[in-house]
């Protein structure tokens, strides 16, 4: 194929006039001002649109967000009785289905949810409400049964929850993670722009995600990742990150993921420093889901076998921890999230190698939170200025469906730290539009020969305007501006 007269976005290095792109075997082999058409190739009249890499999401639950659209939005809900009311709304719509919801922080609730509460409503259905950071399940006696918990009245949290999560489908049947389900996600993104995903789910493993690409859900690249559960499969399999999965090189192996801390609204992440109210007794600094002996350990199995590793580590004392682990058994890969972290620490990231995956639209959502759980601490939250700064590899996601599969939402929550009409949120941490944008292609820069063809084709520059209020707006919309997207040269999604 021949792209014809389009103008890249000049995320690398400089930008020449309009160009042609040729593109063969899934791959840009060359870029330059009227390039002869060769005899058999299809061409692509660009008119003068913009060109960039197509943009990746590094850290997604595709599984989970595949089941979003069936989920009762909880987000609003200021009260147990309030999120009781919208489930009894959705049970009287719709009573003989079971209700998944999601989205709700009881962190600021006057009361706090109860197995009773939900028991109380007049229903055989499983009752599964995800709260909004998804590291707690708020569930009735019916789907504690249905997904083989004990009785309780209080919530399902952290590593008991994370095990149940993965299965939801069994509550849901298999219409809502089906083949054809995860293909309708995959489509949804690409009409974004997306390329591909570093597919972080709880559930499956390599022949579930070979399965199911064979069934046609294989729109994207997808890298997926396993758990410390699924770690010995993996290694009998001889498989490395970046090996490819069915025998097609755009579903490879990710890497070992590992939840070293707990979350901000739960209060379990890690920290140096107390919580400032309604800590969890006994671990009013969070708390760690390993000892450091055990997360060496796992990291240096993935390191032995040739994995990368994805270490979850949202309070400052778990990438601490975390960093000491990389050092200590050479391990490669990069920290999820580092919602709050030290100027130090960032230094040792960029030392060490360590990649930083950031989910820049949570700084939205956890914004009140963070001022009153972590009190003179939010100048060190989501600290890209000094990431960049310091040279630490940043790439940037969403964490699915705890914040939308929406890269523009996360290039625009990192140029202006604000979802309302307040004033950036420490703006001193805030980066560019190109530096963001930079983050979210998988380290592809301009366009260039030698480049994957995975390419997105817009119909306005996304760097046209300054980094300011008004152009995080108009890029929280910029996917109305996607005209094509291409995956190793097959369009993935074509405007209408």
Sequence with gaps: MLIRDTRLVALTGHVPGPVDVRVEDGVVTEVGPSLPTRPGESTYDAAGRWLMPGLWDQHVHLGQWTLASARLDLASARSSAEAVAAVRARLEEWPDLPVIGWGHRPTAWP??????????????QPIVLIAGDGHHG??????????????RQDVVSEGEWFQAYGRLAGVMGSDGTGPDAYRRSMEAAAAQGVVG????????????????WSAGADLLRVRHACYADGLDDVLARGLRSGDPLADDPRLTMGPLKIISDGSLNTRTAWCCEPYAEKAVAGFEEGQPNQTPDELRALLARAASGGLDVAVHAIGDRAVT???????????????????????????RMAGLGVRASV??????????????LW?????????????LDDGVDVVLGSDAPVSPLDPWLAVAAAVHRSGDDREPWHPEQSITAREALAASTDGWGTVAAGHPADLV?????????????????RLRAFADHVVVTWVAGDAAYERP
């Design 111 to 124: 009361d706090s949810p109860t197995v009773s509460d939900l028991d109380a409503i007049d229903t055989d």
């Design 138 to 151: 708020w569930l009735n006696t019916t789907a504690l049964h249905v997904l083989a918990l004990s009785s």
């Design 197 to 212: 995903l570093v597919d972080l789910e709880f559930s499956g493993g390599v022949a579930d995600w070979v399965d199911r």
């Design 321 to 347: 921890e975390a960093l000491d682990a990389f050092a200590d058994t050479g391990a490669r890969g990069g920290i999820e999230h580092v919602q709050l972290t030290t100027r130090d620490d960032v230094r």
């Design 359 to 372: 989910q820049p639209a949570h700084l939205l959502d956890d914004r009140d939170v963070t001022e009153r």
């Design 375 to 387: 009190p003179g601490r939010a100048e060190r939250c989501f600290p890209l200025r000094w990431m």
């Design 457 to 473: 084709l817009l119909d306005a520059d996304p760097l046209d305007g300054s980094s300011d209020r008004a152009h995080a707006e």
